[in-house]
């Protein structure tokens, strides 16, 4: 969310640059007493209690340990993909976009995040090539709306990307129609992938199963959570507020026992 150019869908919130927004989160974590502590982790004991978490800044221990790993960027599944990555391939258009200032450059995607990205990307390069392959894109209508206002933007629907060439640096793009079968060469210097983010689901050193009392798994790498088509920050919100809850005591309490005529009390009189 840091690097996203602008949000403008968070509630209570008009809108606000990405950084701006995790900024504001981040003080009222701190103005709510919450920590930070930037270290890597090299150990998890979670079948005890308290837990023990092992960083390379010491050892902490708590009731309960929440899994919030984050997302990865999709990554291209072309042969030529780690060739060019870092130079001309990129999966973040915020992050590298001012290297291609004044260039021609393609993005790859027809979601929000692409729109995004081609808006942000429209403002510094010369022609903004947007690749998706289905016939329309799939970004929220305000997103497109957004996208047809850039000038140097240009679509290409139902396409596929078939290929990267180039030398030291990438310098174009095979591209083939999907309805036709032809293809056709693109020449760029830049592609910035959209297609996707993949939940960090690798298990942290000494993680186990999940399942373990204490041990939670944040929305994005929840087993049971389904896959959505949006990211939505909104929805996201309330489960950290439900996984920094209390861990629920390992033992079930008894049922209450009511006092006899309690129901009685409680529904209305027959009419």
């Known amino acids: 969310m840091s690097v996203t150019a602008w949000v403008e869908n968070y509630p209570g919130i008009p809108g606000a640059s ?4 995790a900024n504001a989160m981040l003080a009222g974590a701190k103005a709510a007493g919450a920590t930070f ?4 982790v090299t150990g998890l004991h979670l079948t005890g209690s308290p837990k023990i978490v092992k960083t390379t800044r010491g050892a902490y221990t708590a009731g309960a340990v929440v899994l919030a790993m984050g997302a990865a960027p999709r990554k291209l599944a072309l042969p030529e993909a780690e060739r060019f990555l870092g130079r001309g391939l990129s999966y973040c258009a915020t992050c590298d976009g001012m290297f291609f200032r004044n260039k021609d ?7 929000n995040g692409a729109a995004a990205s081609a808006r942000s990307l429209a403002r510094l390069c010369r022609q903004v090539h947007v690749i998706f392959r289905k016939e ?7 997103e497109q709306e957004a996208l047809a206002a850039c000038p140097n933007v240009i679509l290409h629907p139902g396409t596929l990307l078939a290929g990267l060439s180039g030398g030291e640096q990438l310098e174009a793009l095979a591209l083939e129609d999907r309805a036709t079968g032809r293809w056709q060469e693109l020449p760029c210097q830049g592609l910035f992938a959209a297609i996707g983010r993949i939940p960090e689901t690798a298990p942290s050193p000494g993680a186990g199963k999940a399942g373990l009392p204490g041990l939670c798994p944040g929305r994005r790498i929840h087993p049971n959570e389904p ?12 489960s950290p507020c439900v996984k920094s809850s209390p861990p629920p005591p390992t033992t079930a309490p008894p049922p209450p026992t009511w006092p006899p005529g309690i129901w009685e009390t409680l529904l209305p009189p027959e009419t």
Request: no cysteine.
């Open 18 to 21: 990405g950084q701006d927004l």
């Open 37 to 40: 502590l930037q270290a890597q």
């Open 105 to 111: 450059v393609a993005v790859l995607g027809g979601g």
């Open 136 to 142: 329309h894109m799939s970004a929220e209508a305000r």
């Open 227 to 238: 896959p959505r088509r949006l990211r939505r920050r909104g929805t996201s919100a309330p």
